[in-house]
């Protein structure tokens, strides 16, 4: 049995389904604060899944999560990633990121659970001081969110030595697309991230979708950012998940293609792929956002083997498709 906490979110989501595609067993621990029950209901359509609503500050839900079936593995994407509110409201942040984390690994060791796979972010390694960033890069988050991932990823370092709590950090450059099959995909309110801003500016009663910053030093004027697929990234921890099973060491991963995207680019492909001419508002730059961010990724491709299998306009291709299935739930809700 494999415990998905955040499984309501976005990558939580398509992880449970990937999980349930490799023959895992798996139980969703969600709080529902930015999750959604829905995404549960459709979750629970297609794979043989268990829920337990429950808050990772609640020790006695952390209890209800661990009794029962024996646990045999962990993977934890249960946090608040919105960079702008960590920056206004770091104390939500540190709490449920940062205690959060520390109340699911002290229940690991009550319960006896040796592995954990941890949803990190390329906001560890802070402004890029060369790219493309392997895990040699310094780590000098630039933002609260930033810096909880970071007080985790050393914590888990600190639970290895003393107590032999095996962790895999996953950390993530930009994720986009969404399920092949259409059961899930990216919801975030308020949405934030590029490409279903894009996309949702299609929809009538969408805003108009606004252009950060045009005078980066990069080829075109915008920033460059690595686009992962979801369900690409999704495959990684099921490697990572293996790796920890056959005995692995404590270890962390960039998880990005390699390649960089301009914000202009991921304009082109979405007019592409949804065969409309989307208007965009030119706006001064978004404070905090690097010009280039680029993963080093040969480190998991040599260690798990893992290879990026779909490029930006399929990410773009399957968000697209989500979104028209979002836009008809949100209308009848
Ligand atoms: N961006 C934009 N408009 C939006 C959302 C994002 O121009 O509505 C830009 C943003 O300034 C950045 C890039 O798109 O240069 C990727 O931003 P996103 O929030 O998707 O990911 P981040 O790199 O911040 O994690």
Partial sequence: MIVVTGGAGYIGSHCVLALHNSGYKVKIFDNLSTGHAETIDRLSKCADVEFVKGDLNNPEDLDRLFSGEKVSAVIHFAAFSQVGESMTEPAKY???NVCGTLNLLDKMLQYGVGRIVFSSTAATY????YTPIDEKHPQRPINTYGRTKLMIENIMDD???AYGLKSVRL???NVAGADSDGRVGEWHDPETHLVPNILKSTFTGGKTFQMFGTDYETRDGTCVR?????ED?????????KYLENGGKTEYFNLGTGEGSTVREVFSACEKITGKSIAVDEKPRRAGDPSVLIADASK???TLGWIPQK???QSVSSAYSWEKTLQSMLQKK
Avoid: C, Q, T
Wanted: zero cysteines; proline letters at 3%; aromatic letters at 16%.
């Fill in 94 to 96: 540190y709490r449920n």
């Fill in 159 to 161: 639970y290895d030595h």
């Fill in 311 to 313: 490029d930006l306009e």
């Fill in 171 to 173: 950390r993530y450059f």
């Fill in 126 to 129: 802070g402004e890029p001081e």
């Fill in 226 to 230: 690595d686009y992962i697929n979801v």
């Fill in 300 to 302: 998991v491709r040599n």
């Fill in 233 to 241: 990234l999704a495959r990684a921890h099921i490697l990572a998940l």
